[in-house]
């Protein structure tokens, strides 16, 4: 796939390829560095970062900008408008070639929408959420989702209801389990 530079405590390559077989992949877009609903997720999924650890998950952000402006945000205290420290690195997509090819950049402002792809162990998107720049996304229902995938991956003859969690019930794709499914709630 792509070979990505990051910024995480120091420069590293990240290749999504380096993940097949291996673990899931959260890649997400946001428009800008030093900006103002994106520090908002960022550290958002910083702070959740051990969850997606514990479902074997990795998180990498992304954005037009470059590794420096990533090194410049990250040693910003929170407080003072940065990042502080992250758990999981930030890509830097300064050709935009990543952008482009998830679909997510805007060509006349050269930067990216809020873009949310779930990636499973095989490298398969199998979940992508598209926001308007004005519009953060939610820690708490993307987690959710990975797990309602995770879950259907794991148990192939059963689907996840709609707001589905760990520990609820499913059902059987079938009229039968349906109506099993609805009997029981």
């Not at 514990?54 to 407080?79: M, P, Y």
């Not at 809020?114 to 993307?142: A, P, W």
């Not at 991956?153 to 609805?182: H, I, L, R, T």
């Amino acid at each position: 796939m792509f070979l990505m530079v990051s910024f995480w405590c120091n420069y590293i390559q990240v290749k999504l390829s380096d993940y097949i077989g291996k673990k899931y992949v959260i890649l997400f877009f946001y428009p800008l560095d030093f900006t103002f609903v994106c520090p908002t997720e960022i550290t958002a999924f910083s702070d959740r970062h051990e969850e997606f650890e514990k479902i074997n998950t990795e998180i990498l952000g992304v954005s037009v900008d470059s590794v420096f402006s990533h090194l410049a945000w990250v040693q910003t205290e929170r407080k003072s408008g940065g990042l502080g420290d992250l758990k999981y690195p930030l890509v830097s997509d300064v050709t935009k070639s990543i952008s482009k090819s998830f679909g997510v950049l805007i060509p006349d402002q050269g930067i990216a929408l809020r873009g949310l792809f779930i990636i499973d162990k095989e490298g398969v998107i199998q979940h992508s959420t598209i926001n308007n720049l004005g519009i953060g996304r939610s820690v708490d229902e993307t987690l959710r989702t990975l797990q309602a995938l995770q879950y259907v991956q794991e148990n192939p003859d059963e689907v996840c209801p709609a707001g589905w969690k760990p520990g609820e019930k499913s059902m059987k794709p079938d009229p039968k389990g349906s109506k099993e499914y609805f009997a029981a709630i």
